[in-house]
Antibody, heavy 119, light 107 residues
Framework: EVQLVQSGAEMKKPGESLRISCKAS????????ISWVRQMPGRGLEWLGR????????KYNPSFEGHVTFSADKSINTAYLHLSSLRASDSAVYYC????????????WGQGSPVTVSS | DIQVTQSPSSLSASVGDRVTLTCRAS??????LAWFQQKPGKAPKSLIY???KLQAGVPSKFSGSGSGTDFTLTISNLQPEDFATYYC?????????FGGGTKVEIK
């Protein structure tokens, strides 16, 4: 079974940094991109960007570039989302999802990692 | 960015009903459109890709149609497990963008 399992809920203070993991199983990790999607409380879905695990090539949504970074460790089939200088508006659920680059839908999705940023 | 608009934002229906949800893109996306189902506290689940192709394991009660800028998702014989929020997403060009969702509620 193809599966993406994410790290758990996080509570952070403004200004801190955060890393969320997304571990893939059930397929060849290097043959599909991993996208990251944000869902703010009661809101819709926003694409943050994607990473190609085979060479860690990244494509960021310009709206989020500079605030998020992606990395991947193909030795352990895991992708990471890094958030720096956290602010309250970063409070959201973050999802990883499998795709195949440009012009690709997302399937499956990870279970989501809730993040709360509060002083 | 391509804007994606869903309508209605919510609807009430009864078990056994057939409902149609609409998604409109701000420019031609041919058939690069997907539909997802999301239940409270859960991750989105892929239902349809390529505007009309059923994701493996998804029941045939879900069907998608459309091309260009106008798309529909039809759900037949609504069952309690179908009450959820449905999102469409265009993936014709970066950044992929999502509609605001249609919440299907029990009447």
């Amino acid at each position: 079974e193809v599966q993406l399992v994410q790290s758990g809920a996080e509570m952070k203070k403004p200004g801190e940094s955060l890393r969320i993991s997304c571990k893939a199983s059930g397929y060849n990790f290097t043959t599909f991109w991993i996208s990251w999607v944000r869902q703010m409380p009661g809101r819709g879905l926003e694409w943050l960007g994607r990473i190609d695990p085979i060479d860690s090539y990244t494509k960021y949504n310009p709206s989020f570039e500079g605030h998020v970074t992606f990395s991947a460790d193909k030795s352990i089939n895991t992708a990471y989302l890094h958030l720096s200088s956290l602010r309250a508006s970063d409070s959201a659920v973050y999802y990883c999802a499998r795709g195949s680059g440009l012009r690709s839908w997302f399937d499956p999705w990870g279970q989501g990692s809730p993040v709360t940023v509060s002083s | 960015d391509i804007q994606v608009t869903q309508s209605p934002s919510s609807l009430s229906a009864s078990v056994g009903d057939r409902v149609t949800l609409t998604c409109r893109a701000s420019q031609d996306i041919t058939t690069y459109l997907a539909w997802f189902q999301q239940k409270p506290g859960k991750a989105p689940k892929s239902l349809i890709y390529g505007a009309s192709k059923l994701q493996a394991g998804v029941p045939s009660k879900f069907s998608g149609s459309g091309s260009g800028t106008d798309f529909t998702l039809t759900i037949s014989n609504l069952q309690p497990e179908d009450f959820a929020t449905y999102y469409c997403q265009q993936y014709n060009s970066d950044p992929p963008t999502f509609g605001g969702g249609t919440k299907v509620e029990i009447k």
